[in-house]
């Protein structure tokens, strides 16, 4: 790994890295606090993975095949809205620094409601799998959707902004994202009904996503943020 890291770190490698306009900003040793948003997703991902691993004992492969699984769990999650992605996805996630494009993965049946000791450990590895998927995409979802009703009045949700439906039956790594094309207030001004704009898994012989619409209340839909339309005073930030 050091040899690796040497060749890595050679000028060759340093020149093409500034010539792409890429710099480099550490944090200080020793203070793991000062990284922010990465860190705080390394702190979600490990308090998960330990309620949901326990006091059992994984084997090196089943280890490294259930953090792999986690892995692609949090670098699915959809960032930011996009408005203008000619291929029709409608949020930027980690998957496509990482490869180019979204992380997908084939979803498998739940597992019902059996002793441990009766699964195999392919089944065991699922289990454990789907309790991380179910805490953590609750806890995401909850950091999106944060409400202040007593302390300020919240902005309506508006035509063209991208959500995320909430939505309990959706395999691990799979997201429901879509666009709002109308809002229904009610007498006080108040959006609380949105219908919402979403493509479905198929697609047309052109290679286009099917579009659905359905209605849902503004509790069961979280806003993207979009980092350009941010509040000067960090209001919008702190719902990111």
Request: hydrophobic letters at 35%.
């Amino acid at each position: 790994m050091r040899e690796d890291l040497q060749d890595w770190r050679n000028v060759y490698a340093q020149q093409h890295i500034a010539s792409s306009g890429t710099q480099w900003k550490f944090i200080t040793p020793a203070a793991p606090h000062h990284g922010g948003l990465w860190e705080a997703a390394v702190r979600s991902a490990k308090k998960h993975l330990y309620r949901t691993v326990g006091r059992q004992v994984l084997r090196f492969n089943q280890l490294s095949t259930l953090l792999v699984k986690i892995e692609a769990c949090l670098n699915s999650r959809p960032l930011v809205p996009l408005h203008d992605d000619p291929s029709g996805s409608l949020a930027l996630t980690p998957g496509d620094f990482l490869i180019g494009r979204p992380l997908n993965s084939r979803p498998e049946p739940p597992i019902a409601n059996i002793p441990d000791n009766r699964l195999l450990y392919s089944q065991q590895l699922q289990k454990m799998f789907e309790h991380f998927w179910n805490r953590w995409q609750r806890e995401y979802l909850s950091t999106l959707q944060a409400r202040r009703k007593w302390e300020r009045r919240r902005e309506n949700l508006q035509l063209g902004d991208v959500v995320l439906i909430r939505n309990e039956n959706l395999p691990p790594s799979h997201w429901r994202i879509g666009r709002i094309v109308e809002v229904h207030p009610g007498t006080d001004g108040s959006v609380r009904i949105v219908t919402i704009e979403y493509n479905s898994e198929k697609r047309t012989p052109e290679g286009l996503f099917i579009k659905h619409r359905c209605q849902r209340p503004v509790q069961k839909v979280c806003r993207l943020i979009d980092p350009q339309i941010l509040n000067q005073d960090g209001s919008a930030g702190e719902e990111c």
